[in-house]
Nanobody
């Protein structure tokens, strides 16, 4: 059974930083890309960032570009999302997900390509 577990959420003020981490068990970590999505109340799930299996391909959602950084550490089997200059509109539940494709060369930002999901971690940014 594949388990994806996020950690690191919390409450911060606008302009501050927060780091999220994610681990996977039950499926090899090194061979698959990882992604972060988020969902605010009454909104659809939104793509945040993704990295392919070896870190060579990375893409960000337009709303976080230049502020968030995704990184994948295959030795520690962890994917991180460093969030800087946080805004109240970043408030959401953040979900980590693992790619279905083995050693995908070009990272995917499509929700449909990520069948393995964590339960999410809440990030709240106050103004």
């Amino acid at each position: 059974q594949v388990q994806v577990v996020e950690s690191g959420g919390g409450l911060v003020q606008a302009g501050e930083s927060l780091s999220l981490s994610c681990t996977v068990s039950g499926r090899p970590f090194i061979n698959y890309g990882m992604a972060w999505f988020r969902q605010a109340p009454e909104k659809e799930r939104e793509f945040v960032a993704a990295v392919n299996w070896n870190g060579a391909s990375i893409v960000y959602g337009n709303s976080v570009k230049g502020r968030f950084t995704i990184s994948k550490d295959n030795d520690k089997e962890t994917v991180l999302l460093q969030m800087n200059s946080l805004k109240p509109e970043d408030t959401a539940v953040y979900y980590c997900a693992q790619d279905q494709n083995f050693v995908r060369r070009i990272v995917s930002s499509s929700l449909a390509d990520y069948p393995y999901w964590g339960r999410g971690t809440q990030v709240t940014v106050s103004s």
